[in-house]
């Protein structure tokens, strides 16, 4: 098992930039595939971008493909997002999650572990 723990959220500008990181629990953060979901008030949670253990393989979802970045330390139980030119409709609460399977996925019941969530407003 492993626990979550997301931080980083806060309020920003169109076009700025805000790092989001996501804290795991336990010496097995590294076994998991890890992802970045969202939710906006009045939506379903959506997809952002997944990584592999060894972060060797990416993928995002289309909205935000060229403008965010996941990345992970493992020797530091850490999962990062870097959200670069945000939009309004980046707003969000943002989550990560753990993956116990093999292949990146953007299912949300793929995932096993869930953190609390960070909120991001982008507002000018």
């Known amino acids: 098992q492993v626990q979550l723990v997301e931080s980083g959220g806060g309020l920003v500008q169109p076009g700025g930039s805000l790092r989001l990181s996501c804290a795991a629990s336990g010496r097995t953060f590294g076994s998991y595939i890890m992802g970045w979901f969202r939710q906006a008030p009045g939506n379903t949670r959506e997809f952002v971008a997944a990584?592999?253990?060894?972060?060797?393989?990416?993928y995002y979802a289309d909205s935000v493909k060229g403008r965010f970045a996941i990345s992970r330390d493992n020797a530091k139980n850490t999962l990062y997002l870097q959200m670069n030119s945000l939009k309004l409709e980046d707003t969000a609460v943002y989550f990560c999650a753990a993956d116990r399977g093999v292949t990146l996925s953007s299912r949300l019941g793929e995932y096993d572990y869930w953190g609390q969530g960070t909120q991001v407003t982008v507002s000018s």
């Open positions: 990584i592999t253990r060894t972060g060797t393989n990416t």
